[in-house]
């Protein structure tokens, strides 16, 4: 007898007669223990912010069992930016940048026919936060227009403008003469904006306020004899 737990694979079916009367030619057989479908995953797709580093994408999907229904045989599941009818390709997926990516899984387990999904599984790297504040100033009538500073929050994995090759002014319509009391809103202007791709920009941006100039007026003294010509300062 076969037992049908063994794994799958063909078995060789072969005999032996006790009767020393007999004397018997066996032709051996193959019995074949097929394997069985793997389970199908209940694959679902989750997400993580933006670090600045690779990201295994496998580590957002959830739904994927360790090991077979049947015989408990451990699975090995292997993944694929890409569908391939034999699971040519498939292994670890790094990603490093913000987006959505889908996902192709195979499943592969002894005595089980390998899964290849023939749908995808979507996965999301969000972007990350960044905030620029550039505080609101002033400016006295008739100066030129003071220099901001930009305060950026939220770079990850020590990325900056820099090391990003961006480059942020922060700017208002004010000129010089511009009149006393005027706001002017400011606003930034981006040079490699597009480098800024794995971030969501948000911004808090001030007013220029032009203010009255401050003059002073010094009084020179003097002095003129009684009854004199009055003497004009």
């Given at each position: 007898?076969?037992d ?13 007669c ?7 030619t ?36 959830s ?41 192709f899984?195979m ?34 009538y ?12 939220g770079?990850?994995?020590?990325e ?13 319509g ?7 009391g ?51 300062e």
């Open positions: 007898l076969i049908a737990s063994k794994d799958a694979k063909p078995y060789v079916i072969d005999g032996d006790l009767d020393p009367n007999y004397s018997v066996f032709v051996a057989g193959t019995f074949t223990i097929s394997k069985i479908a793997l389970d199908v995953p209940n694959a679902r797709g989750g997400d993580t912010p933006y670090t600045g580093k690779d990201i295994d994408l496998s580590t957002l999907i739904g994927l069992k360790t090991h077979t229904s049947v015989g408990n045989d451990a699975i090995t599941w292997t993944f694929s930016l890409t569908y391939d009818t034999e699971g040519n390709g498939y292994g670890t997926v790094m990603k490093k940048n913000a987006g959505p990516y889908e996902i899984i499943g592969t387990a002894d005595n089980h026919n390998a899964y290849i999904a023939t749908s995808s599984v979507t996965v999301t790297i969000n972007k990350a936060e960044l905030k620029l504040t550039v505080s609101g100033t002033t400016v006295e008739g100066f030129n227009e003071p220099t901001y500073t930009i305060d950026a929050r770079f990850v994995n020590g900056n403008f820099e090391s990003l090759e961006v480059t942020v002014i922060a700017e208002t004010y000129t010089v003469g511009s009149t006393v005027t706001p002017f809103d400011i606003t930034l202007n981006y040079k490699n904006e597009s480098n800024l791709a794995n971030y969501n920009v948000k911004t808090d941006l001030g007013k220029l306020t032009v203010i009255p100039r401050n003059v002073t007026i010094t009084m020179t003294g003097n002095s003129c004899d009684y009854d004199s010509e009055k003497t004009e």
